[in-house]
């Protein structure tokens, strides 16, 4: 069956220092996105993609970055770690066109420390 | 431009009674709307979707949800709760084809026995 999946599931790491969430679909989805979840703000953008090579910036992408250079895997990375940047990060994936419903990954629990 | 608000950030119900979970939009053109549910410490999962065909959309688990455009809402409902529907639940609009989603903030549902 085709899935998406993420890891780490869980990741502790400190202050500074980079980090890189892994995203890999089997769907074979053009699109596909990176959300944060935070208690009271549901979920937010961070980067999504279009298709190989393409990527952009969502409404809380200050700090993160994407690159695509395949159609299975959105990797995200935080170039310098924040306290602020502990979260719950969601990666999707959909087909385009409209009214195409995202399917989810697990979630990656990250906790700066 | 899009946004989605969800009245209620907590709703809490007797197992058996009906459960309502209120969702308005806001969008610049003909929208696609969602309704996803996120079990604690899992991923999101589509309950149902509106695309411009019936207004009245039949979901997973028994709920439903109208559109409704003179009112720019789309409410979830089911008839009766069971202690498994105790969930968050996110309303979500998009209107693009590239499928770019604006998530609500959600709504706590709690099922007592």
């Known amino acids: 069956d085709a899935e998406i999946t993420q890891s780490p599931r869980h990741k502790i790491t400190e202050t500074g220092r980079q980090v890189t969430l892994a995203c890999h679909q089997t769907w074979n989805h053009n699109n596909m996105f990176w959300y944060r979840q935070d208690l009271g703000h549901g979920l937010r953008l961070i980067h999504y993609?279009?298709?190989?090579?393409?990527?952009n910036k969502g409404e809380v992408s200050d700090g993160y970055s994407v690159s695509r250079s395949n159609t299975e895997d959105l990797p995200l990375t935080l170039e310098s770690a924040a306290s602020s940047q502990t979260s719950v990060y969601f990666c999707?994936?959909?087909?385009?066109?409209?009214?195409?419903?995202?399917?989810f990954g697990p979630g990656t629990r990250l906790t700066v420390t | 431009a899009q946004s989605v608000t969800q009245l209620d950030s907590h709703v809490s119900v007797s197992e058996g009674t009906p459960v309502l979970l209120r969702c308005n939009y806001s969008?610049?053109?003909?929208?696609?709307l969602f309704w996803y549910v996120q079990h604690p410490n899992k991923g999101l999962q589509l309950l149902l979707k509106y695309t411009s065909a019936a207004t009245l959309v039949k979901g997973i688990n028994g709920f439903e949800a109208e559109f409704k455009k003179s009112e720019t809402s789309f409410h979830l409902t089911k008839p009766s709760a069971h202690m498994s529907d105790a969930a968050e639940y996110f309303c979500v609009v998009s209107n693009t084809n590239a499928g770019k989603s604006t998530f609500g903030d959600g709504t706590t549902l709690t099922v007592k026995p």
């Open positions: 999707a994936s959909s087909d385009p066109g409209r009214g195409r419903e995202q399917y």
């Open positions: 993609s279009y298709g190989v090579q393409d990527t």
């Open positions: 969008s610049s053109y003909s929208p696609s």
